[in-house]
């Protein structure tokens, strides 16, 4: 079991997540977000970072023992991953979002044999679509997927549709709830701001800011 409250101040402290309510980020989507999240970020801050792989490796450990394989999703997965696979001592491949244009053309980045049990290892979940699309690819290859642990996850119903059908088990480390709740409980936000952030979540495509 993670500490979802801890992981979550460490994404507030190194700055990883941003909140605005009155100045909203706009997603490469088009989506109006009073949220921003860029866990590359933690990378540059090695305590952090290590209490973080520590999490993520428990997870791992506890959740997917018959793991074999640690897959990355390009990009942001992959420094995840690797660290997760150096310290559990498991094989380690990544996927690109679509095979590379020279060279041998792989989409999937490292050896991979058929039939192993695969984890793939994601940095954040928003609708899911792009994650899911590397189940897929992977699936594609001959190799069983056996679940996904995400660090952040902003808990989208949509989201959580998708991976019900892709038959996919998702575990995320920490998720919007929870990092919501804490950035009230100091005081980096107010009521109505956490009640407008709340209101984000449940449908974002058309929330316009408060």
Avoid at 36 to 64: A, G, T, W
């Amino acid at each position: 079991m993670t500490n979802e409250k801890a992981l979550a101040s460490r994404l507030l402290h190194v700055q990883a997540v941003k909140l605005n309510v009155q100045q909203p980020y706009t997603w490469a989507s088009g989506w109006k977000s009073p949220i921003y999240c860029d866990n590359r970020k933690v990378l540059s801050f090695p305590y952090d970072r290590d209490f973080i792989k520590s999490e993520l490796c428990s997870v791992i450990f506890e959740q997917f023992p018959e793991a074999e394989v640690l897959a990355g999703v390009a990009t942001a997965g992959i420094s995840w991953g690797a660290m997760a696979a150096d310290q559990l001592k498991l094989s380690f491949v990544y996927v690109r979002p679509k095979p590379k244009e020279h060279g041998l053309g792989n989409q999937i980045e490292g050896f991979l044999e058929k039939g192993k049990k695969v984890l793939v290892i994601e940095d954040l979940i928003s609708t899911g679509n792009s994650s899911l699309q590397v189940c897929e690819v992977l699936r594609q290859a001959g190799v069983e997927v056996i679940g996904m642990v995400s660090i952040f996850n902003y808990g989208f119903p949509v989201a959580k549709e998708a991976f019900e059908k892709a038959g996919v088990t998702l575990v995320s480390l920490t998720n919007y709830g929870v990092l919501i709740d804490l950035a009230k409980e100091n005081h980096l936000i107010g009521q109505e701001e956490a009640e407008a952030l709340l209101q984000w979540r449940e449908s974002p495509s058309t929330w316009t800011g408060i």
